[in-house]
């Protein structure tokens, strides 16, 4: 058996103030964090004592990186011979020592670059020192009109094996983009048709709910982020036996790490081996990188 698990606890601070995003430069109390880090230490115990294959991918609101716990979680995860991948999203804004111990073969950054946050050449040199040391990265942005023209210039400089990902502005009126500025984004990413406008979601196949499942800070488990349906308990195992195949109960949806689960889309196949790290499955690259193709 081999289940992914999409983590959120309670961490919501953030320590970039991106415009568009609510958990811009917010704060978590002390106690805050100290419960967030003694839930993350129980979700990595239990981990550790199972048998069946795991991949997980945290998706806190915030940063999780700047926290030291976090980066612990990983790297004890990604030593683990029954995790698959580890994976977290992050504005890459971290030193990079603490990649000295983890294990490159199964740790994986989902990284997403703010131009107004910080300059193009200090993240490239970030996701140098990511390729040096032969850790597996996507990098993304969200296509605010503003940075159409960062969007291409970074793609200019990325390795071409480094995928570049885009989601569409969450916040944005109707007809914001034009068909030229999608053409645009398309060549960037040739699946920003699928965020931009996704395909109606209501009883279509899904994994989430059967291989594929969010649990949060308490253990609670739940089919996805989208879903508050409850499963069960990951700590008490009663989520086990609700684990099935299921179709999608919402008219939409528009988030990447809910229809890359969809077996009907191109995204298990086109992103195999690399779903939760938005890494294409078509390497150009000894290390598995690989640039999107059209679906």
């Known amino acids: 058996m081999h289940l992914s698990l999409l983590y959120r606890g309670r961490l919501s601070s953030c320590n970039y103030e991106c415009a568009y995003c609510p958990f811009a430069k917010t704060y978590d109390s002390r106690a805050a964090l100290r419960r967030d880090a003694d839930d993350l230490a129980r979700f990595v115990d239990w981990a550790t004592q199972q048998r069946m294959d795991l991949s997980i991918?945290?998706?806190?609101?915030?940063?999780?990186?700047?926290?030291?716990?976090?980066?612990?979680?990983?790297?004890?995860?990604?030593?683990?011979?029954?995790?698959?991948?580890?994976?977290?999203?992050?504005?890459?804004?971290?030193?990079?020592?603490?990649?000295?111990?983890?294990?490159?073969?199964?740790?994986?950054l989902w990284c997403t670059y703010h131009p107004t946050q910080v300059s193009r050449a200090a993240f490239l040199a970030r996701c140098r020192e990511l390729a040096r040391r032969g850790v597996r990265h996507s990098v993304g942005m969200v296509a605010l009109h503003e940075h159409l023209d960062e969007i291409e210039a970074l793609r200019a400089e990325l390795p071409a094996h480094t995928p570049l990902w885009l989601n569409a502005y969450d916040e944005r009126p109707p007809g914001y983009y034009d068909e030229a500025q999608i053409e645009r984004l398309q060549c960037i990413d040739p699946h920003f048709r699928y965020n931009l406008d996704p395909a109606p979601s209501l009883g279509a196949p899904c994994l989430t709910g059967e291989s594929v499942v969010s649990v949060d800070g308490d253990g609670n488990v739940k089919r996805c982020h989208f879903v508050a349906e409850p499963l069960g308990n990951l700590y008490d195992g009663s989520y086990a036996a609700q684990l099935r195949a299921r179709s999608c109960p919402n008219s939409r949806c528009d988030c990447y790490i809910g229809y890359a689960h969809r077996p009907d889309l191109p995204f298990q196949r086109d992103y195999a081996g690399g779903v939760l790290e938005r890494i294409p499955a078509f390497a150009g690259s000894p290390r598995g990188f690989g640039v999107a193709r059209p679906a």
């Not at 609101?61 to 992050?90: F, K, N």
């Open 57 to 108: 991918l945290f998706t806190p609101w915030g940063e999780g990186l700047v926290r030291r716990h976090y980066r612990d979680a990983m790297t004890r995860l990604s030593h683990l011979p029954q995790v698959r991948r580890v994976a977290i999203q992050t504005n890459l804004c971290v030193g990079m020592r603490w990649l000295d111990d983890v294990d490159t073969r199964t740790l994986a």
